[in-house]
């Protein structure tokens, strides 16, 4: 046995071509080793990950990847296709060239932030297309540390957060069960992916979801424009 010490040394290669989502495809099944799966999600496309050189993945997306995702599904190979990314953007952009299941979005929409309620929401809705929805915590700063967007968190967003918790402590309510509760009151999102890292971490994610959380409670934050109006809460 050889080990390696550090990093495992392989270089990313992003390919969202028709042979580069095929080869994806059949390297999940082995790595998985399985027959087939459900959803089948082409990740981290968009400007967030790729900035400039994402008008030449996204070209790629629109003339290959799409049609060897929509042929997978409709050969049966996966139930469902979408992407898994982090910004409303690129899922507004793909919606214009073809049809899609569901969206795995991350972050966007939190006790922080609401963006996609401008545009992607009532999109989503009117195609039909779902969110599984990821990263409830925006990287962590809802559940008591200090990161936003996997950096260190803006001094606007520190200070919502501590006027969140100080509603939520009135009400007797960790203010982590509201945020993994939250983007469930929206009809579009279907699921809710906390991301916990251990055993630990998931059982006390079980714990906040099973807290009861008063309508008030909601209630205040709209009132004290904590949330956007718009926001579903029941």
């Given at each position: 046995?050889?080990?390696?010490?550090?990093?495992?040394?392989?270089?990313?290669?992003?390919?969202?071509?028709?042979?580069?989502?095929?080869?994806?495809?059949?390297?999940?099944?082995?790595?998985?080793?399985?027959?087939?799966?459900?959803?089948?999600?082409?990740?981290?496309?968009?400007?967030?990950?790729?900035?400039?050189?994402?008008?030449?993945?996204?070209?790629?997306?629109?003339?290959?990847?799409?049609?060897?995702?929509?042929?997978?599904?409709?050969?049966?190979?996966?139930?469902?296709?979408?992407?898994?990314?982090?910004?409303?953007?690129?899922?507004?952009?793909?919606?214009?060239?073809?049809?899609?299941?569901?969206?795995?979005?991350?972050?966007?929409?939190?006790?922080?932030?609401?963006?996609?309620?401008?545009?992607?929401?009532?999109?989503?809705?009117?195609?039909?297309?779902?969110?599984?929805?990821?990263g409830p915590f925006n990287s962590s700063i809802l559940v008591g540390r200090d990161?936003?967007?996997?950096?260190?968190?803006?001094?606007?967003?520190?200070?919502?957060?501590?006027?969140?918790?100080?509603?939520?402590?009135?009400?007797?309510?960790?203010?982590?069960?509201?945020?993994?509760?939250?983007?469930?009151?929206?009809?579009?999102?279907?699921?809710?992916?906390?991301?916990?890292?251990?055993?630990?971490?998931?059982?006390?994610?079980?714990?906040?979801?099973?807290?009861?959380?008063?309508?008030?409670?909601?209630?205040?934050?709209?009132?004290?424009?904590?949330?956007?109006?718009?926001?579903?809460?029941?």
């Amino acid at each position: 046995m050889i080990t390696l010490g550090g990093r495992i040394p392989f270089h990313p290669v992003y390919d969202y071509s028709y042979d580069g989502i095929m080869r994806a495809y059949e390297d999940s099944l082995h790595r998985l080793g399985l027959d087939r799966i459900d959803i089948l999600l082409a990740h981290d496309i968009g400007t967030f990950q790729h900035g400039v050189e994402n008008k030449r993945h996204f070209r790629c997306l629109e003339t290959g990847g799409y049609k060897a995702m929509d042929e997978l599904r409709k050969n049966g190979n996966v139930q469902a296709i979408g992407l898994g990314v982090n910004e409303n953007e690129i899922c507004l952009d793909a919606l214009g060239i073809g049809n899609w299941d569901v969206f795995l979005l991350a972050g966007r929409y939190t006790l922080l932030e609401k963006t996609p309620l401008d545009l992607l929401f009532p999109a989503c809705q009117s195609t039909g297309t779902s969110i599984i929805y990821g990263g409830p915590f925006n990287s962590s700063i809802l559940v008591g540390r200090d990161m936003w967007n996997y950096v260190s968190a803006p001094r606007h967003l520190v200070k919502k957060v501590n006027e969140l918790s100080r509603v939520a402590k009135n009400y007797k309510i960790p203010l982590p069960a509201a945020a993994v509760q939250f983007p469930l009151f929206n009809p579009v999102i279907t699921s809710v992916i906390p991301d916990p890292r251990t055993k630990i971490e998931l059982n006390q994610i079980l714990e906040w979801f099973q807290i009861k959380i008063p309508s008030e409670f909601w209630e205040e934050l709209k009132a004290k424009n904590l949330l956007d109006q718009r926001a579903y809460i029941s």
